[in-house]
Structures are given as structure tokens and as C-alpha cells.
């Protein structure tokens, strides 16, 4: 399987804009990269970025200020 490069581009600033992005069941992904910059006014924790499995919600959760592994702060 080749690398995919995604530019992902959000019409509006607000927090009902996301992506969903399906991988197939037979693509089992060993490691990833993620970068961001975040910089909000927002007092609460907000998340960025969530990924789950059909059999793991919320496997890795990032939030402004800490991050959850399979449920677990790290």
C-alpha cells in the first residue's frame, strides 16, 4: 500500500467541521504521524483529534491539554 497525502482544508471555524476518513478492514495501521498547531480562546478541553477502531472508540484521544491512550491519560 502506497502512503496517501491528504491536505484537508475546513470551510468554516467552528466545531461541526470534521473529517472521517475510512480505512479499509484490511489495512492495519502500525504507526502514524501527527502534527498541529492549536491555539484557542476556549476554556474547556475540546478534541482535536480522536481515532478509533470498529473494535476501540476513542483508542487515542488528544485535548487541548492532555491525551488519552485506549482510556487512560497519559
Same mark, same amino acid.
Given at each position: 500500500i502506497e502512503p496517501l497525502?491528504?491536505?484537508v482544508v475546513f470551510p468554516s471555524k467552528? %466545531?461541526?467541521s470534521y473529517l472521517d476518513q475510512n480505512v479499509p478492514q484490511s489495512v492495519e495501521l502500525r504507526k502514524f504521524t501527527l502534527c498541529f498547531w492549536m491555539k484557542t480562546a476556549d476554556e474547556? %478541553?475540546?478534541t482535536p483529534f480522536s481515532y478509533a477502531r470498529s473494535q476501540v472508540l476513542n483508542q487515542?484521544?488528544?485535548q487541548k491539554d492532555r491525551f488519552f491512550v485506549n482510556g487512560y491519560y497519559k
Open positions: 497525502s491528504y491536505d467552528d %466545531n461541526c474547556g %478541553n475540546g487515542l484521544v488528544i
